[in-house]
Structures are given as structure tokens and as C-alpha cells.
């Protein structure tokens, strides 16, 4: 008989540490770039009101978990999706099932981290003013991230709702709301895009030279226009992000001229790519998710709960 260890959703966020995420995450992506990880593509099973996704996988060293993920529309929120599920943390040399915990947090948690990875590895030393767009919970979650590893750098938030911008704004200490989306990104240095866009929130006109942009949203469209992908050199955690179709793949990397190159940003992390080339370049970070950055978050939340006793323990 095996026990398992459940954490709900508040004992999953306050297992995730941010320092911690952000290690597991640069060794998943570098695992993905080094061909080092089992993770076979994403498959959903359909319904007429959203999907049931699930994404398995397999890092060296930091573990064996899959994610069942839910993503249906919110009738209390039109035009916005509800993305719910678990994650099943497995021993990777005998298979016994370790913990099962909220996906929701982790998810949001795991996709920050890498988005905070690009930056670090692609922005400017220099770049000033970071813009964060979007005022829901993926947003939240960068913003949160950032206050907790750069509490220093000024942050401008922008997105439908001034209100909801204003309440994400004050989890940074450095944070205010910008009165428009296009008075965020205009002169920011980095710029995360986070949003649940179906048509592009950001132009390329408002892009400073050397501007990096990290985009995770647009799971239902494109967030950036195509000016903008036109112009950068591109990045992305896995090659299917250019060459699958949507939801595994972005929709922004989509049908690109013979040529264009997607680096991996675990390439970079890793130092087997320069990264950034010249100071004036527009970087992107196009993230779609990869269940290699699941089994590393997975990782730290069942670390950091079983050093502090939290969760419950069941029988199998």
C-alpha cells in the first residue's frame, strides 16, 4: 500500500516557492532544449462546452507527473476560461505515486517562472520599466513572481478593467496602473503579455528598440501582431511551438517564412546559444506551456510540503 500526499490549493501555492520554481524551471528548460525529457504531445478530449487536457512527462532528476487540466468558458466572466485540474507527482524509479496537487497555481506559477527566465536570459542589463498586460490570474501570478525576486523595478500594469489593474498593480511595491495598454508597453524595456486575447493586444509601433517580450496568453488567439513576430528574433520552450497546430502550438508562430528560427530558450539558459545578439534587437518569448515545466514545479511543491509537514497524507 502507497501514500500519497494531497495538497489543496493553498498548500500548493505556498509550497511553490519562487526561488526554487525558478531553478527547476531553467533545468526543465534546459532538459528540453538537451532532448533530455519524455513528453509526448498534449491530447484533449472534447466536450461542447471546453476540454479535458493532459500532459505527461518525464525531467531527469526532478521527477515523473502528468496534468489533467480542465478549460471551459466562465459564464461569470464572458469572453474568459476557467482552467482547473491536478497534477500526479510519481517516483521516477519505481513508479509509486508521491502526491497529487492543485494544478491551477502551479500551472500559473510554472508558466510566470519561465516567462521570468526569458527575461533574465534575453532582456537588456538596462531595460528600466517592466509593462504587464493582462489583470487576471496568469497575470497576477507574473506580477507576484516579480515582487518577489525584483520587489526594485518599476512596473506598469495595463489591461480591460482599470479597476482589476489597480488591484493587480498593488501586489508589486513598485507597481501603478497605466491608463492604457499602448502607455504600458511605450517605453518599457520588458513587456509581459498575459492575456486571455483572441486578436492582438500589442503593435509593434509602441516597441522600443531592444524591447523583449515575453507572451504566454492568446491561448485562444494571437496577443502580438504580426509586425511584431516579423521583427524579432524568437524564442520559445519547445520546438512544436512553431511547428504543431493550436492549442499545443502559438498561434503568433504559426506558418512562418522559410528561414525564420525558433531558438529554444533552454538553449540559451544553457549556454549553447548566444541569446540576445545586439542591443537594439526586439526579443519574443512565445511560451505554450510544456509539461516538462509541470514536472519541475511538481518537484518543489512536494519538497518544500514534505520539509514543512503540509498537506494530508492518504492510503492507496
Not at 511551438?241 to 498561434?251: E, F, K, L
Request: proline share 7%; glycine share 12%; with cysteine.
Amino acid at each position: 500500500m502507497s501514500e500519497i500526499l494531497f495538497l489543496d490549493g493553498a498548500q500548493t501555492r505556498a509550497a511553490l516557492d519562487p526561488h526554487r520554481v525558478l531553478d527547476a524551471v531553467a533545468t526543465a528548460l534546459v532538459a528540453i532544449a538537451r532532448d533530455e525529457v519524455s513528453a509526448p504531445p498534449r491530447i484533449a478530449a472534447h466536450t461542447p462546452h471546453g476540454l479535458l487536457g493532459a500532459m505527461p512527462g518525464h525531467v531527469p532528476g526532478l521527477g515523473l507527473a502528468a496534468k489533467l487540466v480542465s478549460v471551459f468558458a466562465d459564464p461569470a466572466r464572458p469572453g474568459r476560461s476557467s482552467h482547473r485540474g491536478i497534477v500526479a507527482l510519481f517516483d521516477e524509479t519505481d513508479g509509486r505515486p508521491l502526491a497529487l496537487m492543485d494544478a491551477e497555481p502551479l500551472t500559473e506559477v510554472r508558466t510566470a517562472a519561465a516567462a521570468t527566465l526569458s527575461a533574465h536570459a534575453l532582456a537588456r542589463p538596462d531595460s528600466g520599466r517592466v509593462a504587464v498586460i493582462g489583470t487576471g490570474a496568469q497575470a497576477r501570478a507574473q506580477i507576484a513572481l516579480l515582487a518577489a525576486v525584483d520587489p526594485g523595478t518599476p512596473v506598469s500594469v495595463a489591461g480591460r478593467d482599470p479597476g482589476r489593474a489597480g488591484s493587480a498593480a498593488a501586489l508589486h511595491p513598485a507597481g501603478r496602473a497605466a491608463e492604457s495598454i499602448e502607455e504600458a508597453v511605450r517605453g518599457a524595456g520588458t513587456v509581459f503579455c498575459c492575456t486571455g486575447a483572441v486578436r492582438p493586444v500589442i503593435r509593434r509601433a509602441w516597441l522600443a528598440p531592444g524591447t523583449h517580450v515575453s507572451s504566454v496568453g492568446g491561448s485562444h488567439g494571437p496577443e502580438l501582431d504580426t509586425d511584431t513576430v516579423r521583427d524579432a528574433a524568437l524564442f520559445a520552450e519547445w520546438p512544436g511551438a512553431a511547428t504543431t497546430r493550436p492549442p499545443s502550438g502559438a498561434h503568433e508562430l504559426q506558418d512562418l517564412p522559410g528561414g525564420r528560427r525558433v531558438t529554444l530558450l533552454g538553449s540559451v539558459l544553457g549556454g549553447d546559444h548566444p541569446g540576445r545578439r545586439d542591443a537594439g534587437d526586439i526579443t519574443l518569448f512565445k511560451s505554450t506551456g510544456h509539461a516538462a515545466l509541470d514536472v519541475a514545479a511538481a518537484h518543489v511543491a512536494d519538497t518544500v510540503a514534505r520539509a514543512k509537514a503540509w498537506g494530508t497524507r492518504v492510503s492507496m
